[in-house]
């Protein structure tokens, strides 16, 4: 089949394409169609196979479906001829003008593509990384040691005193808010830890109750109904934490107390140089994005945040009434929409990375990689490699490939060393999240402006 393919630049990351094909292939195409499907109709008054093609032709519904046919394997041929072009990266077809397939005629149609943008990565060279070190003091390694004291402390039951803060509690409540209402029993709460059993109002308020007391608690709602809490006190837990001493390093898995202080020393600084490492590598993918001023394909980034949106919303499914969601949908999709285009972004950068660097993955990094997961799982090797379709395998490829070509941008730029406390660097990294969450929150609200004045705009 000759098919003439001509390819307009429509901006760096999007091309129009149109499709030319001959008459003569038009017809083969709608000829061996029609045979194959003639074989299989039975019509009264004709033998099976040998109805006339112009009878079969006036029949509407036969005609349709002669016409879907070949206009979908004459499309499927021409974007199979384009796709020999390599020079042509294709991430999305946001839209296609398919029209219709005459005998006798030309076929012709267009369609939008959208390209893997070039990206320009020599600017690695020009770029300074802050890359962090963090120093970790006896006050850190004190800090873990009390969490494992946590862990294998105990609960003794208390009834000679009033509940504070730190003590486990059984609570059963009584929720009611406009027309939705529910109740509780024994529902555990760990006064001052705030984990979302009870709203922190509700919670606080169980400070100073001894068991059997009831109390009731309502909490404004911004644009909503009332909260109300019946609350009860059943019972008081306080843990009980044990002796910091040689027999409570052996119960954590340590040889005496010393040991386990080096070894949560050693732990925490290994993970904080991993900690440091991953936070330069993320800097490094916002300085290159920057830098490089790389165009976000619009309809790929689309359905990049329309996946994020339809995990989300299966992950929340606990949250649903009934069939209504107790979020809005169009909200939590632009909350998203920053992160979406961080990680298109991203993508596009280390998959220039990939090309340029000619990374590939050998067949021992995969095994490694799924030894890990095989670990994590226990299970074998050889189960996961059974397990995973070709396509799951070509994607953990790609994550390694991705992984290694971040390492060599990483290894090329010049790096900026800072050193700095434990508790300067969880300092910075809040503000960080805020600014995030700020910056985010700013999206949002320019995208639902941008939407409404769309919505506004005169006809």
Request: a negative charge; aromatic letters at 6%.
């Amino acid at each position: 089949m000759k098919i003439d393919i001509r390819i307009e630049e429509v901006s760096p990351v999007e091309r129009q394409v149109h499709f030319a094909i001959p008459a003569s292939d038009v017809d083969s195409a709608l000829n061996e169609i029609f045979q194959k499907l003639s074989r299989n109709v039975r019509l009264k008054g004709f033998r099976p196979g040998k109805v006339p093609r112009q009878v079969f032709e006036q029949l509407p519904h036969y005609r349709q479906a002669i016409q879907e046919e070949a206009r979908k394997r004459l499309i499927e041929n021409s974007f199979a001829e384009l796709m020999k072009d390599k020079s042509l990266d294709i991430l999305s077809i946001p839209d296609s003008n398919s029209g219709e397939v005459f005998r006798g005629k030309e076929y012709a149609f267009t369609a939008k593509l959208e390209i893997r943008p070039i990206v320009d990565l020599s600017k690695i060279n020009e770029t300074t990384l802050l890359v962090e070190e963090v120093e970790f003091s006896e006050t850190d390694v004190d800090r873990e040691i009390e969490r494992e004291r946590e862990r294998l402390s105990s609960l003794r039951d208390i009834d000679d005193r009033a509940a504070q803060s730190g003590d486990t509690l059984k609570v059963t409540y009584q929720f009611k808010q406009g027309d939705e209402a529910k109740s509780r029993e024994n529902v555990q709460v760990r006064l001052g830890a705030y984990l979302g059993v009870l709203p922190k109002e509700a919670e606080d308020a169980l400070v100073g109750m001894i068991p059997e007391e009831e109390k009731h608690v309502e909490i404004p709602v911004e644009g909503q109904d009332t909260q109300h809490f019946d609350l009860k006190l059943i019972s008081i837990q306080e843990r009980v934490l044990p002796e910091l001493d040689n027999d409570l390093a052996v119960d954590a898995g340590y040889t005496d107390l010393a040991d386990m202080r080096a070894k949560i020393r050693t732990h925490l600084e290994q993970d904080g140089q991993v900690r440091c490492k991953d936070r330069a590598k993320s800097r490094l993918l916002q300085q290159l994005g920057e830098a490089c001023d790389i165009q976000v394909p619009p309809h790929f980034l689309n359905n990049h945040l329309n996946n994020k949106v339809r995990g989300m919303l299966a992950q929340f499914r606990m949250f649903m009434q009934g069939d209504r969601p107790l979020f809005d949908p169009e909200a939590l999709r632009e909350t998203l929409r920053r992160g979406a285009f961080l990680e298109v972004r991203n993508s596009i950068i280390l998959q220039q990375a990939v090309r340029d660097f000619a990374v590939e993955v050998e067949e021992h990094e995969l095994d490694a990689e799924l030894a890990e997961t095989a670990k994590r799982q226990n299970r074998s090797v050889a189960y996961l490699k059974s397990a995973q379709s070709q396509e799951d395998l070509d994607e953990l490829k790609r994550e390694i490939q991705s992984r290694k070509a971040l390492d060599r941008l990483f290894e090329k730029a010049a790096h900026h060393i800072e050193r700095l406390s434990s508790e300067a660097l969880q300092h910075r990294i809040e503000s960080e999240k805020q600014e995030e969450a700020e910056a985010e929150k700013k999206e949002a609200e320019n995208a639902r402006d941008a939407a409404s004045s769309e919505i506004s705009a005169p006809a």
